[in-house]
């Protein structure tokens, strides 16, 4: 059993910065993918950063140079830093671990989500 935890959303003001962090916990071999998803009211869900293994990230186009994505694989964590956050990125935000299991099985599992506003 894997779980998945989000943490680091709130409120802030236009042009402010938050941290997103996500914590995968049990049986956990490695983490091949993370990915940070967001959903507004009314609108799709859509990917805003995912990165693989030690690969380049990519990003949502409205997020370059804002956002980072970020590993740490000791911890089974990853971060997304958003700078100079707008009105349009408040949303749920939620996290998608790839994780390969000792079983050699790999699945994708996500978290509940940790919600964004940014007021203008």
């Known amino acids: 059993q894997v779980h998945v935890v989000e943490s680091g959303g709130g409120l802030v003001q236009a042009g402010g910065s938050l941290r997103l962090s996500c914590v995968a916990s049990?049986?956990?071999?490695?983490?091949?993918?993370m990915g940070w998803y967001r959903q507004a009211p009314a609108k799709q869900r859509e990917l805003v950063a995912h990165?693989?293994?030690?690969?380049?990230?990519i990003y949502e186009d409205s997020v370059k140079g804002r956002f980072t994505i970020s590993r740490d694989n000791a911890k089974n964590a990853g971060y997304l830093q958003m700078n100079n956050l707008k009105p349009e990125d408040s949303a749920g935000y939620c996290c998608?671990?790839?994780?390969?299991?000792?079983?050699?099985?790999?699945?994708?599992?996500w978290g509940q989500g940790t919600q964004v506003t940014v007021s203008s």
């Open positions: 049990g049986s956990i071999f490695s983490i091949n993918a």
């Open positions: 998608n671990a790839e994780i390969n299991q000792y079983d050699t099985s790999r699945r994708n599992y």
């Open positions: 990165i693989v293994g030690g690969g380049s990230p």
